[in-house]
Every structure is written in C-alpha cells, then in structure tokens.
Nanobody, 121 residues
Framework: QVQLVESGGGLVQAGGSLRLSCAAS??????????MGWFRQAPGKEREFLTA????????GYADSVKGRFTISRDNAKNTVYLQMNSLKPEDTAVYYC????????????WGQGTQVTVSS
C-alpha cells in the first residue's frame, strides 16, 4: 500500500507561482520502483495527465498546456515529488493530484487526495 499526501495548493493571482509537494509513504513504496506523476481535474473536465518522473529523474514530458511553465522534480531522500508551477493562468484552476505507479506497470494505481489550486484573473 502506498500513501500519497499532496500539499501546497491555494489561491494565487494570474502570473504567480506555487509549488506543490507530494509525500509518499507505505510499506509498498520504494523510490527505485516507483514512477511519480501529477494530474489535474478542473470542474466539468476530464482528468489531465501533466507529467511524471522516475527514480533517476527521467521525465515523461509535459502536457502541452503546461509545457515551459511547470517543472516536476523529486527528492528521493524525502520520498517527495514536487510540481513547480510558474506563470499561472486562470485555466490552471483545478484539483491537482499526485499519483504513483510501479516501473513495471502502465497504470497509476495509487493516488493522493488532491489539492485545490485556484488562479484568479
């Protein structure tokens, strides 16, 4: 079982920045085995994959909607993954979720509870 807890969401003005954190724990969690990802879901929209990172820092690209503005990183010593969000836009308003999957799996099977990000114009 893997537990994921997001933090760092909030209200920010357009053009501002936020950094989301996702702390992982659990008997089944092993940095070496896990790929960590960030998703978001806005009201009335489908969940959107943003980016993911493996143990060694390899990044699985970024969604076009956030490319050049968002950066994923991880600190394996702290079992934590981050999402630095710059130049935020009102359309970035959503609940942001952290997720984890094993390297050997194609599906993200563990999810955090989500953190709300609201960008005002």
């Amino acid at each position: 079982q893997v537990q994921l807890v997001e933090s760092g969401g909030g209200l920010v003005q357009a053009g501002g920045s936020l950094r989301l954190s996702c702390a992982a724990s659990g008997r089944s969690f092993s940095n070496y085995l896990m790929v960590m990802g960030w998703f978001r879901q806005a009201p009335g929209k489908e969940r959107e994959f943003l980016t993911a990172i493996n143990w060694s820092g390899g990044i699985t690209g970024y969604a076009d909607s956030v490319k050049g503005r968002f950066t994923i990183s991880r600190d394996n010593a702290k079992n934590t993954v981050y999402l630095q969000m710059n130049s935020l836009k009102p359309e970035d308003t959503a609940v942001y979720y952290c997720a984890a999957r094993r390297q050997s799996s194609s599906a993200f099977g563990s999810w955090g509870q989500g953190t709300q990000v609201t960008v005002s114009s």
